[in-house]
């Protein structure tokens, strides 16, 4: 139980440092492509998601407890 | 009442509610972290096209969950759903609930397209939402 909370807070640790560096990220060269961010670090990145899912096994991650999100254009205005 | 506090992000040139929730399901097998943005203008909760690559779960996996197939108009696009029926999301220790929720199995829904928690969620819970972009502050209330 615990170990799930831990789980949770880590994600949504790691959203929060995306989503309030997302124009960092843009500066570093990430800008349409998925990153994936761990303890407040991007440790993959492809324009391909697959790519990034098997770079995050390769390095002995299992990406369904990775923050991944896609890093849109600066303006780019997504209407759901 | 349970309030269920949520982070408002700037996501895509916008202010978005988001919530995140542990998903979990014994079949497919699925325990997992997920993003979604709470969406009033969806009436169903939909698991984004990267959200199913990062959980790993096929479409082949999909197509054995017993029920039809449901079509969904999202961003313009067109996909066809499955749904998983009484799938687990759980916020804290305090509150988790079942709900039936629905994964793309064809069609031409973006592969950035984010997982969205919609209206069924809200009524499923009798929760209330309030959402102020301003004071970049959203919430759900929950009866006990």
Known sequence: MEQEMELLENYERDSGWFHKNVDKLRKMGFVEKFVAIKSSKPIASNKDINVVIKELENRGENPSFIFIEFVHPEGYTLVL | ??????????????????????????????????????DTGSPKTLIGLSDMKRLRISKVQLNTIEGPLNPIRIGGGSVKTKILPNAKIKFSDLFEIELDVNFPVSGDEQINQPSLLGVDFLEKTGAGFSFNPSKREAYFEIED
């Open chain 2, 1 to 38: 009442m349970v309030k269920i506090p949520l982070e408002v992000y700037d996501f895509a040139n916008g202010l978005r509610p988001m919530a995140h929730f542990l998903l979990r399901s014994d079949k497919p097998h699925i325990f997992a972290p997920i993003k979604a943005i709470v």
